[in-house]
């Protein structure tokens, strides 16, 4: 089996980490790009492809196949942001995202949907944005699902999606099959941990070679903290260099000077910058708008084994209720299912003892079902908004209220009717206050009496966008269509936190989609 | 999934004195119900010279606060024979202190004050109910202070009771020791033959 990034260290790929590079390092190139995830791969496959000398910076350590060994702990330790620590500063919503070389798409579970059209129509309607109506985007998205093979998955379902999918069918929702970025995938279902045979087509296996390929150099294992301005240009940008872990920070720093840069850090990591930048924020926009699809999940006993950890994690997804009370109206969820591997099992049960290990002895039995909110198309679903703390490190302020109360135990009632439509013999809503459920009439009158309450729902996020958004109107926006800073003529942002509102649908399309639109147009401004 | 941060910024300078306050109203004390269904008697887990150099986040007296944890978190998955009880908590132990190190400054400065606090003995007793070494208090006290931490109305404390249980859960159903039992896969035999990350030592 040939790993393609052993392959192509080998053939002399310039790639650096940090604590090996002496304090007060410079580099130098056309365009630095910080963050080497979903939107700044896809940036640095567009600008080497144009010939311009790019430098890509990551925080995270580089870690490709041969250190994804499916192993629960090391992976979530060492390949999410905060060791999968990250939440809401109240604590009330666990946030998931990459901090790796590749960031979340080298930990994604690879469903893929182009961004839905009455997103497009939202924003081109109410945020203003150019370009973005479905058949402009249709060509981009095109190039990018040929480029990463994305193709609707033809494997079955694994037991964990075919509740979904039986549950579904039972009571007249519709229920459609997802399609995957994959290439050979051996359906094993540790996409989380980092897929173990290259299968999977995230950027550490696609965008990030090409862009290798072609004299771009990676740096790892450095923490961007702050740009350095002259007048409105970015003069330099530095670096604090973490260990060979990126755990520890070595009190070494890298200076970067570029002609133009590209923040890519993804939700919460570009606000950061910008704000530990002190940038100029002239109307008040930055890092609000921050959206999360915040999940509740429902764990129900099947009757027969589901083994919910074995084979492509999700493959099944109902729209049902997305977009039922209108773009506008009510909070809207879409459904999926989660993988349930045993440790995360484990910890979303907020339980011990006895009572947690009767759950895990169920584990093969296990269906883990979710349902992400739609947020940001309403006026009181404003999103989060990203600070500060003293340590300079960013913290998300995201205020749960009876708008998105209101959705999530529609969603919890709507996902306990479906897994006891499949057949489920318990359902438990991951609630502090629920219990097992043994029929579908219990479960409706007890979860109507659950408080909706903060710390008490266990909820989660894994697609965290906003808080850079775009619009042509910059007294309501941080950059324009384009991704290009609204105050700072060389800057452009590029990844999932320029969305104006969430995405309704799992976003690395959205995101792949749209930087390659802007940063071709970038590519051609530059050269 | 993970929900184990621990105290949120907000409730940071105040922890002591939320702590204080609030152990009025939250009647701690053996007499709430035994949930844990473990043994009583503690492991008692004293720390040798030898296995300092194996931590890089726990101190001695974290071992022994985690090692006292451990069982409760457990409960009857936790072994019944002693010798496999020891085996047990030293396989978790290195687990925890890597999950704990890779946290990231801002937690790991958030559980080390936690920890420090839960080290003094009046602080503990006056949050935990726990007046004894962590290595004497029985199963059921510490039980009866994660159920009151759930319930409580200080989210100090819902938070401090998620990050036990999910750090402490987490790493001990993700051990293969205890998840293949379980029916849990993992790396099966034909993967370790077939992939090259397997074969290399
Ligand atoms: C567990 C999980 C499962 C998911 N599953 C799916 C799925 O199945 N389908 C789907 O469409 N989406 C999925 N997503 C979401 C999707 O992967 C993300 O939305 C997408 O990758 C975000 O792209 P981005 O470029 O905005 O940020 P990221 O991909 O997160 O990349 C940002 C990078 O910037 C780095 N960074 C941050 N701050 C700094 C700094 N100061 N200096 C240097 N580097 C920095 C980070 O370490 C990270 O590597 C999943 C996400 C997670 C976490
Ligand atoms: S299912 Fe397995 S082989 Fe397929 S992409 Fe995910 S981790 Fe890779």
Same mark, same amino acid.
């Given at each position: 089996m040939k790993d393609i990034f052993a392959q192509g260290l080998e053939k002399g790929w310039k790639v650096l980490a940090a604590h090996e590079q002496p304090d007060s390092t410079t580099l130098e190139a056309d365009v630095a790009i910080v963050g080497s995830g979903a939107g700044g791969a896809t940036a640095a496959e567009f600008l080497s492809k144009a010939g311009l000398r790019v430098l890509l910076i990551e925080e995270g350590k580089l870690r490709y196949q041969k250190h994804f060994k499916m192993d629960e702990l090391d992976a979530f330790s060492s390949l999410y942001q905060e060791g999968t620590a990250r939440k809401t500063s109240d604590g009330a919503i666990a946030i998931y995202q990459g901090r790796t070389v590749g960031g979340s798409t080298t930990v994604n579970w690879t469903s893929t949907f182009r961004t839905p059209e009455q997103t497009l129509a939202h924003w081109t309607e109410t945020h203003g944005l150019n370009g973005f109506s479905k058949e402009q985007m249709a060509p981009w998205f095109e190039e990018r699902e040929r480029a990463l093979n994305m193709q609707k998955w033809l494997v079955p379902p694994n037991g964990n999606n075919s509740v979904l999918k039986k549950g579904c069918e039972a009571l007249g929702y519709s229920a459609e099959v997802m399609v995957r970025n994959v290439n &050979?995938?051996?359906?094993?279902?540790y996409c989380g941990f980092g897929c173990p045979t290259n299968a999977k087509q995230s950027m550490l296996v696609t965008s990030i070679p090409s862009a290798l390929d072609r004299q771009a150099v990676l740096l790892s &294992?450095?923490?961007?903290e702050r740009f350095h301005f002259k007048a409105d240009q970015i003069q330099t940008l530095e670096c604090s260099a973490l260990d060979a872990d990126a755990n520890?920070?070595?009190g070494s720093k890298i200076h970067v000077r570029a002609r133009h840069f590209v923040l890519a850090a993804g939700a919460i990591g570009s606000p950061a910058v910008l704000l530990r930048s002190e940038a100029p924020d002239p109307y008040d926009t930055l890092g609000k708008r921050t959206f999360l699809h915040p999940v509740n999940s429902t764990t129900a006993t099947m009757t027969e084994p589901v083994k919910g950890y074995e084979g492509a994690p999700q493959s099944v997804y109902s729209d049902e209720f997305l977009w039922r009370d209108g773009v506008a109206g009510a909070a809207g969820f879409k459904l999926e299912v989660a993988p349930v591997h045993p440790g995360s099992l484990a910890a979303q049960e907020a339980s011990y003892g006895n009572r947690l290990a009767q759950r895990m002895r169920e584990l093969p039995y296990t269906n883990s079902m979710i349902a992400l909110q739609r947020d940001g198309f309403h006026e009181e679903s404003p999103g989060g908004q990203v600070k500060l703390r003293d340590d300079g490190s960013p913290v998300l302020d995201y205020e749960l209220n009876d708008y998105v109360w209101e959705g999530l135990r529609k969603a919890y009632l709507t996902m306990t009717e479906i897994q006891f439509a499949a057949g489920a013999r318990t359902v438990s809503p991951v609630h502090h206050d629920a219990r097992d459920y043994s029929s579908w009439a219990e479960a409706r009158s007890e979860i109507a009496k659950l408080p909706m309450a903060e710390l008490r729902a266990g909820l989660f996020s894994a697609h965290v966008m906003g808080g850079c958004v775009m619009g042509e109107d910059p007294r309501r926006s941080v950059v324009n269509s384009l991704g290009e800073h609204h105050q700072l003529p060389n800057l452009s942002i590029l990844d999932g936190s320029t969305f104006p509102t969430s995405i309704g649908a799992n976003p690395q399309l959205s995101i792949y989609g749209m930087v390659a639109m802007q940063a071709s147009a970038l590519a051609k401004k530059l050269t | 999934m993970m929900r184990s941060s621990p105290v949120s910024k907000s409730s940071r300078r105040s922890f002591l004195k939320a702590g204080l306050m609030g152990s009025a109203a939250l009647s701690f004390g053996s007499a709430l119900s035994v949930i844990s269904g473990c043994s009583s008697k503690p492991v008692s887990y004293p720390l040798n010279a030898s296995d300092k150099a194996v931590y890089r986040f726990l101190n001695k007296e974290d071992v022994s606060m985690v090692a006292a944890l451990i069982p409760v978190i457990a409960g009857d998955s936790f072994p019944a024979a002693p010798e496999q009880q020891r085996s047990a908590i030293d396989q978790t132990l290195p687990r925890i202190d890597l999950f704990l190190y890779r946290l990231g400054d801002f937690n790991r400065k958030e559980i080390r004050q936690l920890f420090d606090l839960l080290h003094m003995r009046v602080a503990r007793g006056l949050t935990t109910g726990v007046w004894q070494d962590w290595s004497e208090a029985p199963a059921e006290d510490i039980a009866a202070f994660m159920q009151s931490w759930k319930h409580s109305s200080l989210a100090l404390f819902n938070n401090a009771h998620n990050a036990f249980t999910d750090i402490i859960g987490f790493a001990w159903y993700s051990n293969p020791d205890v998840s293949g039992p379980l029916g849990y896969s993992g790396v099966t035999d034909t993967l370790r033959a077939a992939l090259p990350q397997f074969q290399q030592t």
């Open positions: &050979g995938c051996w359906d094993l279902g &294992g450095a923490r961007v520890l920070l070595t | -």
